[in-house]
């Protein structure tokens, strides 16, 4: 699954640790999201979409 957590994070002016502690969780979790290397839970996504307030389809994008 791609995605664009960097670059929301880059419009935000935001660090991975500063995403990460603003939603529970390690810094090392968004790095591998960002990576592609971990698909995050759907509670997670959405929490992830909800705090850049656009809608998960903006964020990820599934590559089946």
Known sequence: MKNRIK???AMH???QE???K???VTRQ???A????KYDP???LAFKIAKYF???IEEVFVYEG
């Open 22 to 24: 603003e939603l529970g």
């Open 7 to 9: 670059v929301f994070r």
């Open 41 to 43: 839970s759907l509670d």
């Open 18 to 20: 500063g995403l990460a």
């Open 29 to 31: 979790t968004i790095l």
């Open 13 to 15: 002016d935001l660090t």
């Open 53 to 55: 307030n656009v809608k």
């Open 33 to 36: 999201i960002e990576k592609g």
